[in-house]
């Protein structure tokens, strides 16, 4: 990136600009190469400055939340790579909230909670951001995010913003991901309900995830979707996966739709094993594994 660039965004937003930034440090893989830059804006206004800027250079971009459900290059991503971590904001005027891209999701479940609104319960759980969370339809079994969804606003590549409220949600498929437009904000109604009960449904989801996910070692969360009326992890265990080593990666003995970084794993080695577990499940069932995992390379 030349340097008239680096002393142009500097100066032209608020929020934090990181260059030569390791992206390990910002997954939940802790798998990822050097950023060229990476962007923290302050607000949804200093992210607008940016988006036109970059549009207008035709520089590369680059779009995280919190870095779960990602695998990012070894050899790291060019251009710049956008964290939203700071759009933070959260309205709630019962029954309905509002929250912005960056808010984590196990937060915002945790909020509407203590105001005696139900329906994001599952979403303790989910260690991921807003933003995601809508872009991929979030959710655990039935219940998904998408299902409780008004509006969503977004940002185009051009710094216009747009709000829609005709949103045709799928199994962790939405609209978003064909866009090319960056989620700002969700708003959603939920249900009133008595706290302790939402509290109680919430610990249920809590001890659930504690019991059968891997949560002591870095994982980017499920690696494939569920194909239709079965269950990814069923087909991987019963393809004999469960324990497949590539390097640092392995795929893990407690959950088999889950791959964990066991020491110093590399994308490639994620790949690479995701590659082969795709070919034994076809193998032994016939069944194409679709990638739940986005990659960035």
């Known amino acids: 990136m030349k340097e008239k660039i680096k002393e142009e965004l500097v100066s032209l937003l608020t929020g934090r600009v990181l260059f030569n930034e390791p992206l390990k440090n910002h997954t939940s893989f802790k798998i990822g190469g050097m950023a060229e830059a990476l962007i923290i804006p302050q607000n949804k206004e200093d992210l607008r400055r940016l988006i036109t800027y970059l549009s207008e250079l035709e520089l590369p971009y680059w779009i995280i939340g919190n870095g779960t459900n990602l695998l990012v290059s070894d050899q790291g991503l060019k251009g710049v790579v956008i964290k939203l971590s700071k759009l933070n904001k959260i309205e709630i005027n019962k029954p309905t909230v509002k929250a912005q891209a960056g808010v984590k999701l196990p937060l915002l479940a945790k909020k509407v909670a203590k105001k005696g609104l139900s329906g994001l319960e599952f979403g303790v759980g989910l260690p991921a951001t807003v933003g995601g969370a809508v872009v991929m339809n979030a959710g655990v079994k039935e219940e998904e995010i998408g299902k409780l969804i008004t509006k969503v ?62 949560l002591s070692l870095p994982n980017a969360g499920c690696v494939f979707k569920n ?35 066991i020491g110093e794993a590399t994308a490639e080695d994620v790949l690479s094993l995701m590659g082969q577990v795709e070919k034994s499940v076809y193998k032994k069932f016939g069944v194409k594994l679709n990638r739940e995992l986005e990659i960035l390379f």
């Open 153 to 214: 606003e977004t940002l185009s590549s051009t710094g216009k913003l747009k709000t829609y409220s005709n949103l045709d949600f799928k199994y962790r498929k939405s609209i978003f991901q064909d866009k090319d437009e960056i989620v700002l904000g969700v708003e959603l109604e939920l249900n009133p309900k008595k706290p302790q009960l939402i509290k109680s449904r919430m610990k249920e989801h809590l001890a659930k995830r504690k019991a059968k996910q891997p």
């Open 227 to 261: 194909p239709p009326s079965d269950s990814a992890g069923r087909l991987i265990d019963e393809a004999g996966c469960k324990g497949l080593t590539v390097g640092g990666a392995q795929v893990s003995d407690k959950h088999a739709n889950f791959i964990v970084n």
